[in-house]
Structures are given as structure tokens and as C-alpha cells.
């Protein structure tokens, strides 16, 4: 056997060194940077006791063989650990949470065989044994430490390659020299017996390791002294691959625009940083981190109570006028507690709640602590994606029509129709009226919706005009933001243009938009009126406008809310409410239309009164414009 001393000196000065600059420079604690700081711990207790054991064996110190036997086994285990340690790391760099059970199973076998070989060992000569001479040598299983340790460098390299796209340079490189530097120290341990060269080539590797970890720098906000968003995400992802239960606290402090506006931008920084201070100063947040603004967050595991009492003192403090430069000013703190994972499964979704927990129509600027929920959240994706699904539909103006038919009440003909319409998504899947009318409308794009879809039901029209057929009644609605406030001369021009008779377009104007804005609303009525198109105010009885108001607006038709219908046909109350409006609308000359029907009760209940026109499910569901070829 040979021994140099000179490599293991070299490799224990190499990992001091390394470990000294680790700890001296700032960090952030993720889970690869403690498999780092074990890996490193673990070569220098090689190093310790290989120097113990070579010095021993190779000088043949009087000890007893059970203390130099403690010394080898500790050597090579430590050694054989550095494999299984580079296994975790290798696994801990892939991000890969599909497999992530399966890898930390082939782990946790690899620390259990660890230990079986340690038995093996210490209690027996089959893997290592001194002779009658007190001479170190190998038995003949030793090289089951070789298939040990070889195994878990393989698996590594191969597992680097299969997930290579998820690493950058540096880590590839670190995983790939550990394998190539293992191999060979392995080859050079079996021909040459110099096995001190395998730690010098494995402190080697840990030099490539620390180059290759993230720039500690990349997680610190340096002006404001604490972590920053980048730091932020990558613990949520550590925690969610390590199944943790844990809440986001979230902090927003307004007031920074104000100082931002008197005193300049380093007096907004200056105040931020004195809130990130305040935080850690009096809740100990080691994890506070700046996402942007005035905005904070912190990851805790404590008890709800803990947060709780946490967010009130902040309330406390904050709320009152808040000293700065010779002066104070108004902070208003408000503060969300998302609760994961019931509330999201990936950091970049945790990254989303925070965001939405900074709303203002979510945050309670009172002493109370707004809890986000899934459901929120749920809602907040949802509406991003119907969102999404609008512009493109507007784009390329791409939106469906279904057609609800309309049918006389006497005589039980299809008399005209209904126009809804649907925005199909990517999936295949429709998005109702009920959904993204008053999306579009906070977005500010329900008027182009509109207009598409009247001039796809112009078109349509036309095509009916030149195949003889015709309706008495095609009923369009209006959004009640839109019909107020929009230029309606687009629709005059559709209407020319198409050549569709006026008589029969029949605007629905919602009852709500009588209420608010009545004035707006008869200007516009009048620009429609004049060209011949006719009008109906619809969910009659939903809200509160009477039959003078029906009057001043000078409506054609009275379509009513399906909620009165349904009380109708189970209570007498009811069905006496249903039939004055029925009564007095035919009274004031009104075309009435019952809506809703549903069931064989109310098809028999709107029969007995002289209503006009009837439409419902009980009668037709809305149809394609080919079903309703089928039906007319």
C-alpha cells in the first residue's frame, strides 16, 4: 500500500479554505446549500481520518486494532457517504417533483446499505482486516465499496444527462468531473492502492460545487437589507418539493408613492428599508423578503394565532402617523395570509397570490387580517383566462352565436329569436354570457364584442332575407354599460349595409341601465328608434323601475324576469304580482314576453295570460344557426 500525506494535507487546507469562504460570504439557506455544507463536512472528516488512519497504518503506531479499525471504518464510510451525498445533491438540482418520491426512496436505501457496510465493516474481515503483522489490508469484498459508491456516481451522472436542460454549465460540468474524477481515483485505487487521491479530487469537486450555487447575491435586495423576490420563489419551490405545510404572511405598507413624490426616490427606498428593519427587528423574519415596492412577505410555519398577533401589532405600529424625516406620515397597513398548498401548488402561482393579495378590493385596510382562499384564487385564474380568451376572440373576431327561439304564445309558431353569444376557448370549451359580459365590460372591450356579434347576426340575416325566410323578432342585447355611453351609428351602418329590415332588430336594454343611466340611455334609444329597430326592457321586475318608468323610456316590449315566473307557479302572491305586470304592460300597449319557462306548471300558467311570446328551456334549449335551420 502506498500512502502520501501531501494529498490529504493539500485536500484539508483546499476544504478549510472552501468552508471558510462559504460561511464569511452571505447566503441563502435553500436545500442545496445545506446538502453543500454537509458534502463539505463530510470530506473533512475523511480527510481527518484518513491523515488518522494513514499515519497510524503507515507507521505502524502502537494502538489497539480496535481503535485503528474505528479510524479505517470511519474513513470509508465518510468517503462512501461523499457519493451518496452527491446522489441528494444531483437530485436536489433537478427540481423534478414527478419523480422526486422515487429518487429520495433509491436515497433513503442508499443511507440504510451506508450503515449495513459500516456493520460489515467494523464486525467483520471481509471488507478491510489487519494482519498478524498489524498490517492494514484489503479483504476480498472490498470492492463492494467500489459498486457502492459507484452505483450512486453513475446514477448521477446519468440522471445529470436525462435532466440537463434544467442545469446550467457549471453544475453539469461539477456532476460530470465528480464521475470522471471518482472513476479514476477507483482505477488508481485498484492498480496502485493511492486512495488518498480520491478525497484531493473530491475537494476538487466541491470548489466546482460553490462556483456552480447561485450567486448569493442574485436573493439579497442590498438597498433595502433583506431577500428579494428571486430568493423568494426559490424557497417556496424548496418547500413545496419537501411536501411542507407552511403561510405566506404579506405586508403592504402604503405611503411610499407620497414620499416618492415630496421627498425623491432614495427617500422611498430609505423608508422601505425602514420597514423591512421594523420586521425584523421585532418578528425575528430571518426570512423577509422585498418583492417590490412597498410590499413584504414572509414565509413562516408558526400557528395562525402567532400570524394573527403578528399582523395586529404591525397594524398597530403603522397605523399611527409613522415618523419620517422631521415629519410623519400615513402608512396604512393592510396584510393577507395565503395558506399553502391549499392555495397554490407551485411557486410561481404563490408568486400570483401575493400579487392578487395586494389588491385593494382584497385587502381590508381594517385591524382584521384578510385570509386568501383558493377560491379566490381559483377566481383569479379563471378570469385571467377568459381574459385571455376575449382578446383573442375580439382579434380575430371569433365569437359563436346560439339562438334561443321565440314562439308565439297562441298559436305556438316559431315567431323569432334570441341572440346569445359564446367565446370557445383553446380546449374546445364555452364561455357563457353569464362569465364574460362583465369581464368585458371592466375590461372596456364589451362594446367591439357587441358590434361583432351584431354584424355576424346582420349577415346571417341577410341570408335568411335572400332564402324567403324571416322573423318577426330578433332580440339582441346590449350591454347596459355599453348602450348608454357607446356610439350606436355602427349598428345603423350594419343594418344598411346587410339591407335588414329595422322592424324586426329588437334591442334588450337590462332594467338596471334605466335605473343609472336614463338620459345617456334615451339619446341613444332615439339614434335606433328613428331607423325603425324597436326596444324591450329585459329581467323586468329584478330591480326596481316601475311602469312610468316604462313609459318615459318608451319601450315596445316587456320581457320578464324568469325569478317572478318560477315564485308564480308555486305561490298565489306571486302569480297576482305576475299577472298586474302582465295586465298593465297590454294595458300601456307592450308586447309581453314571458322568459324562463322550465317547466309543464309554468307553460300552463303563462298560457292563461295574455302574453305574447314565450321562450324557455321547457320549450328549447338555444341552438347552432343549423339547428334552427332544422326547426324553421
Known sequence: MKYNLNFDYA???????????????????????RIFQILVACVLFACASEIISTTVNGHLIELPIVIRKIISVTYLTSLNACALIHYRYVIELTKNRKNLLFLK????????????????????????????????????????????AGFFVLNSALFMVRIR???????????????????????????????????????????????????????VDSEIGCYNKEAFL???????????????????????DYVNQVFGMDAGLELQKSIAEYYISNFHFSRLFHIEGNHFVYITSHSLKYIEAAYEKTWDFFHEPYPFRNTTISLHPRGAAILIPSVAETAKDILAAVFFSKNKELNNEGRDLFYLSSEYMKAKIRKEHVVHVLKEKIRKKDF????????SNETKMLVGVEVLGRARDDEGHLIYPEEYISIAEEMGVIHEIDQI????????????????????????????????????????????????????????????????????????????REKGCTFSIDNYGSGFSNMVELMNMRFDMVKIDRSILHEAAIRKEARCVYESIVEMSKNMGYIVQATGIETRNEMHLIESMEVDYVQGFMISEPLTYEELMKVF
Open 165 to 219: 436542460k434544467n442545469l446550467n454549465t457549471l453544475q453539469k460540468v461539477s456532476v460530470l468531473f465528480f464521475a470522471c474524477s471518482m472513476i479514476s481515483a477507483f482505477l488508481m485505487i485498484y492498480v496502485f492502492g493511492m486512495d488518498n487521491l480520491l478525497i484531493f479530487f473530491t475537494v476538487l469537486y466541491l470548489f466546482l460545487i460553490y462556483v456552480s450555487l447561485q450567486n448569493p447575491e442574485y436573493y
Open 453 to 528: 356579434i351584431f354584424e355576424k347576426v346582420c349577415s346571417l340575416l341577410a341570408k335568411l332575407n335572400k332564402s324567403k325566410h324571416s322573423f318577426q323578432t330578433v332580440q339582441i342585447n346590449l350591454s347596459s354599460i355599453d348602450m348608454p355611453k357607446s356610439d350606436l351609428s355602427k349598428y345603423v351602418e350594419f343594418i344598411d349595409f346587410f339591407q335588414i329590415p329595422p322592424g324586426i332588430i329588437n334591442f334588450e336594454v337590462k332594467e338596471s341601465a334605466c335605473i343609472e343611466s336614463r338620459k345617456e340611455l334615451i339619446h341613444n334609444m332615439r339614434i335606433l
Open 11 to 33: 485536500a484539508s487546507i483546499l476544504g478549510m479554505i472552501l468552508l471558510a469562504i462559504y460561511y464569511i460570504r452571505p447566503k441563502l439557506y435553500d436545500m442545496s446549500a
Open 400 to 407: 359563436e352565436l346560439r339562438f334561443m327561439p321565440v314562439f
Open 105 to 148: 426512496g433509491v436515497f433513503r436505501v442508499g443511507v440504510v446499505l451506508l450503515g449495513l457496510i459500516a456493520g460489515i465493516l467494523f464486525f467483520t474481515n471481509w471488507i478491510i482486516y489487519f494482519d498478524k503483522m498489524g498490517a492494514y489490508q484489503h479483504g476480498k469484498l472490498f470492492v463492494l465499496l467500489f459498486l457502492y
Open 234 to 256: 426559490k424557497v417556496c419551490e424548496e418547500k413545496l418539493a419537501s411536501s411542507q405545510k407552511f403561510t405566506v404572511l404579506s405586508f403592504t405598507a402604503n405611503g411610499t
